[in-house]
C-alpha cells in the first residue's frame, strides 16, 4: 500500500472480479464503469425504486463471501490454535488472534468507510474480509468458554484479569487499527 | 486432528459465519437502536451453546470430533470478538459512554454466566 492515494492496478484488478461476482447475483452495483453513459444510469436510477429489493443478508452473492471468508478465517484460527500453546493455563494462540482480528477489522472498515458508501466492490469488501473472514477468525465463544474454566478452576483473579484484559486491549486495539486507516487515509488524499 | 475434520471445522465455521450475518441482518432490520444488539444476542446465545455443547462432551453425549466440529468450527465462526470490539469503538466516538461499558462489559458477564449455564445443562441432559 502507497500513501499517495489510490493505485489503479493493484485496487482495481480484485474489485473487479468482486463487482462482477456481484452483478451474477442480480444486485445493483452503485459503483458506476467507464464504459455507462448518463443515459443508461439515469434511466437505471428510474427503474430501482419499482423493484422489490431484498435485504443484503438475504442475498444469495452476499451469503457467498460471507461463507468464503468465514470458512478461511475459521481454518486460520483453528490452525494456530493447534499450533500455539497454551500458556500458564491461558489461551495465548486465542488471545492473540482476537487482539490481531480487532486491530485489522478496525483498519478495514475505517479504510472503506473513508473512501466512499457501502457499495459494490467496498460493500463486497467488508463482507468478504471483515463479516467472513475477520468475524470467522475471531471468536467471542471460546473467550467466554475460557473465562468460564479459569473461574471453575478456583482461579477467579486469574479469570477476571484474563477476561477484563482480553475486551479491554480488543477496543484499544480496534481502536488503534481505525486511527491508522483514518491517518493514512488523510495523508494520502491531500 | 485429522484433515477431514479440520476441513469440515472450517467449513462449519463458514456457515457459523452465514448464520451471524442474517442473524445480525434480521436483528438490525427490527430493532433500530444505538446498542448493538444482534452481536450481543450472537455472542451471548453463542457461549451458551459453546458451553452446551462441551458439557455435552464431558458426558459423552457427543465424539470429540463431533464437539471441534460444532464448537471451534461453527460456534467460532457464528460468534465474534472482533466486530464487538470495533463496535465499541464506535459507540465511544458517539460519546455514548454508558452503552459502551454496557456493551463491553455485559456481553462479557452475560457471556461467561452463559457459557457456564451451557456447560451444567449439557452435562445434565
Known amino acids: 500500500m502507497t500513501d499517495n492515494g489510490p493505485c489503479p492496478l493493484q485496487r482495481d484488478a480484485p474489485g473487479q472480479v ?30 430501482l425504486p419499482q423493484r422489490p429489493v431484498r435485504p443484503l443478508h438475504l442475498q444469495a452473492g ?68 471483515g463479516t467472513g473472514l ?35 486491549l480488543g477496543v484499544l486495539f480496534a481502536f488503534a487499527g481505525v486511527l491508522l486507516a483514518s491517518r493514512r487515509r488523510a495523508g494520502g488524499a491531500r | 486432528m485429522s484433515v477431514a475434520v479440520f476441513i469440515l ?10 448464520a451471524r450475518f442474517v442473524l445480525d441482518g434480521l436483528v438490525r432490520s427490527r430493532v433500530s437502536s444505538a446498542m448493538p444488539w444482534g452481536t450481543i444476542l450472537i455472542n451471548i446465545s453463542g457461549s451458551l451453546l459453546l458451553g452446551l455443547v462441551t458439557g455435552m462432551l464431558g458426558a459423552q453425549l457427543l465424539t470429540p470430533e463431533l464437539q471441534l466440529v460444532l464448537g471451534a468450527g461453527f460456534l467460532g465462526g457464528y460468534t465474534t470478538s472482533s466486530t464487538a470490539s470495533v463496535e465499541t469503538v464506535r459507540l ?28 451444567v445443562l449439557g452435562a445434565a441432559l
Open chain 1, 18 to 47: 468482486l463487482s462482477l461476482w456481484w452483478a451474477s447475483t442480480g444486485q445493483e452495483t452503485a459503483m458506476t464503469t467507464s464504459g455507462r453513459t448518463g443515459d443508461e444510469q439515469a434511466a437505471r436510477a428510474e427503474r
Open chain 1, 62 to 129: 452476499a451469503l457467498a463471501l460471507v461463507l468464503l471468508g468465514g470458512t478461511l478465517g475459521t481454518a486460520a484460527r483453528e490452525g494456530l490454535t493447534l499450533v500455539v500453546p497454551e500458556v500458564g493455563g491461558f489461551p495465548i494462540a486465542l488471545s492473540c488472534i482476537n487482539l490481531v482480528g480487532a486491530l485489522l477489522l478496525g483498519v478495514l472498515l475505517e479504510s472503506l468507510a473513508r473512501r466512499g458508501p457501502d457499495t459494490g466492490p467496498r460493500r463486497s469488501l467488508r463482507l468478504l474480509l
Open chain 1, 134 to 168: 475477520m468475524g470467522g477468525f475471531t471468536s467471542y465463544s471460546a473467550l467466554s468458554l475460557a473465562t468460564q474454566q479459569l473461574l471453575a478452576d478456583g482461579t477467579v483473579g486469574r479469570a477476571l484479569a484474563f477476561a477484563l484484559l482480553s475486551v479491554v
Open chain 2, 9 to 18: 471445522l472450517s467449513l462449519a465455521g463458514g456457515v457459523g459465519a452465514v
Open chain 2, 92 to 119: 465511544l466516538q458517539q460519546r455514548r459512554m454508558v452503552l459502551a461499558l454496557g456493551n463491553l462489559l455485559g456481553t462479557l458477564v452475560v457471556g461467561s454466566a452463559a457459557a457456564t449455564l451451557g456447560l
